[in-house]
């Protein structure tokens, strides 16, 4: 079965940095993209970035030149690194796969950032 477990997350001020982990099961690891999406209170789940198979990385301009995604295949693990960062990356950030048309979603692990 496929389980994503995310941790890592926790409170910081503004300008600090965290870094994020995905520790994944259950399916194979090194031919599926990863991804980190956020949710606000209030608002909608969003994109944060993505990782493929062959480390080709996206990032959502609001995170860009900040937070760096990263995989490590031996560890079966996914990374998100997150630097300088603002209130507004305040949110519940989830791990999340598409596996045969399927979404698998790890349980959110919660970042604050005080101003």
């Known amino acids: 079965q496929v389980q994503l477990v995310e941790s890592g997350g926790g409170l910081v001020q503004a300008g600090g940095s965290l870094r994020l982990s995905c520790a994944t099961s259950?399916?194979?690891?090194?031919?599926?993209?990863i991804d980190w999406y956020r949710q606000a209170p209030g608002k909608q789940r969003e994109l944060v970035a993505s990782?493929?198979?062959?480390?080709?990385?996206k990032y959502a301009d609001s995170v860009k030149g900040r937070f760096t995604i990263s995989r490590d295949n031996a560890k079966k693990s996914v990374g998100l690194q997150m630097n300088s960062l603002k209130p507004e990356d305040t949110a519940v950030y989830y791990c999340?796969?598409?596996?045969?048309?399927?979404?698998?979603w790890g349980q959110g692990t919660q970042v604050t950032v005080a101003s």
């Open positions: 990782i493929s198979s062959t480390n080709s990385t």
């Open positions: 259950g399916f194979t690891f090194v031919i599926n993209a």
């Open positions: 999340h796969l598409k596996r045969w048309g399927s979404d698998y």
